[in-house]
């Protein structure tokens, strides 16, 4: 691709900086090179690290904000106008990709979990259409008063903010199929085998949580009219939890027209005078660095840095609650050990979705050196998963981006020995880019890419590692 594909849009956002600016900076434009490349005015920026996938621990560790992209070997960091001083003081390679422009307040929307999640709440949005926490819990009690045969919302925890007394949210999940006995328990000996989708454990990634609420629509509305809808719902549970990480979507919806480009949780235990506002410098815990499997790779221990990995494995509310809700879902199906297999009648399939890159990953995440016992099927599961999306990359993490552990993909297969993915949903240039694409994208290019994956996942859940 091409060294200058993601001036247009990576973000999102408009670029601040003039075009004679940003080419100076680019390698392989025409414009010459400046001997030191100046930092232009505006807040944020996209550097390019030449070199960078073999230095991405170096990178991670040292707390800086590596975007999940990857370009042949060079890696992207976002950070302030004096990042690109510090990744040079550290040795790397350096240009500046892209400036962006500083951010519209816009007058906050509303904090923490509302009193009555009515049909009002129901339409609150920000960026053009996104729904806000609220909109999203209230969407989930519309679905189960209207489609009472086929939906039920579970609460499985409390967020860091509402365990505190500080405003903050339930944990919210639902559960879709055509229920009959035993169907939507928390029990492991289900009748049904089951698909589990997350969306929003990094609360900046707004695409996915749209994704989630178009799947629910799809599901509940399709079924009796769809027959591919009913007939998965017929012998299939369905798990959606829409927004995995609501104290930090609840900072990023703050922006209003700007979203905030916050990626943590909101636990100020560590790092209290980190900011608030999505910035370089992030209150919280990474919750896609803070399980036990594979802790401390690819992460780092500044507790303001974007993937600061929290102070033990497993600290956070809501790593502990998901996890709760996957042990009560699934049957542990394998034995310990990073080549251990879980046996061939395994039933489940989860996929926690992430942006952007357009790529599907799955364990181990922490080491491409170490394939797991299932490796065979999971990557024949990613390689179709890829090819229905249309040609996106596939692989462990540190095969196709850089190696990171702590994920919570990694902890499921660990764990429980369930077929485990993350999908990075996003373009990487262009129009629809990034993490903040417009509204209107998740219509057009992301939903009708993404439906006949999640249709294909759910169709994998009976038997993920059989032929």
Request: hydrophobic letters at 35%; glycine letters at 12%; proline letters at 5%.
């Amino acid at each position: 691709m091409s060294p200058t594909r993601r001036t247009a849009a990576t973000l999102g956002l408009a670029a601040a900086a003039t075009a004679a600016v940003l080419l100076s900076a680019l390698p392989g434009s025409a414009a010459p090179t400046a001997p030191a490349v100046a930092e232009a005015t505006g807040p944020t920026y996209v550097y390019r690290i030449t070199g960078g996938a073999a230095k991405a621990d170096a990178l991670l560790t040292a707390g800086f904000d590596v975007l999940e992209d990857r370009d042949g070997d060079d890696l992207f960091v976002m950070g302030r106008n004096d990042t690109g001083g510090r990744l040079r003081g550290g040795g790397f390679r350096v240009s500046i990709e892209q400036v962006l422009a500083p951010p519209k307040w816009t007058p906050p929307a509303r904090s923490g979990q509302a009193a009555v999640l009515d049909a009002a709440v129901a339409e609150e949005t920000y960026y053009g259409g996104y729904r806000t926490v609220n909109a999203q819990y209230a969407h989930l009690n519309q679905v189960a008063s209207d489609h009472a045969a086929l939906a039920t919302v579970v609460d499985y925890g409390d967020s860091w903010r509402k365990t505190r007394g500080a405003g903050g949210y339930d944990l919210k999940a639902i559960c879709i199929t055509k229920k009959a006995a035993g169907d939507c328990a928390l029990s492991t000996s289900a009748p049904k085998p089951r698909l589990f989708v997350m969306a929003q454990l990094h609360a900046r990634e707004i695409t996915t949580g749209d994704v989630a609420y178009r799947w629910i629509d799809h599901l509940t509305d399709g079924y009796g009219v769809d027959s591919q809808v009913t007939s998965l719902l017929n012998s299939t549970e369905v798990w959606v939890v829409p927004i995995a990480n609501p104290d930090g979507v609840d900072i990023v919806q703050r922006g209003g027209g700007s979203p905030y480009t916050h990626r943590k949780n909101a636990n100020t235990t560590n790092g209290p005078n980190c900011g608030t506002t999505g910035g370089t410098s992030q209150i919280g815990i990474d919750l896609n660095r803070n399980t036990s499997s594979g802790y401390g790779t690819g992460s780092s221990t500044n507790p303001c840095s974007e993937t600061y990995r929290g102070p033990s494995a497993n600290s956070e509310v809501e790593t502990k609650a998901l996890q709760q809700l996957w042990r009560s879902l699934y049957k542990d199906r394998r034995a310990t050990g990073t080549s251990a297999a879980a046996p061939a009648d395994t039933t489940g399939v989860v996929i926690s979705m992430h942006s952007y890159s357009n790529m599907v990953l799955f364990p181990w995440g922490f080491s491409s050196t170490y394939h797991t016992g299932n490796d065979a099927s999971l990557r024949a599961m990613a390689k179709e998963m890829a090819r229905i999306a249309g040609g996106w990359r596939y692989g462990q993490p540190g095969e196709v981006l850089y190696n990171a552990g702590g994920s919570t993909d990694d902890w499921v297969y660990d764990d429980l020995g369930a077929a485990s993915f993350v999908w990075e949903i996003g373009n990487t240039s262009g129009s629809c880019a990034g993490f903040l694409p417009a509204y209107s994208c998740q219509s057009g290019t992301y939903w009708p890419k993404v439906k006949p994956m999640l249709t294909y996942a759910a169709s994998k859940a009976a038997r993920p590692y059989g032929p």
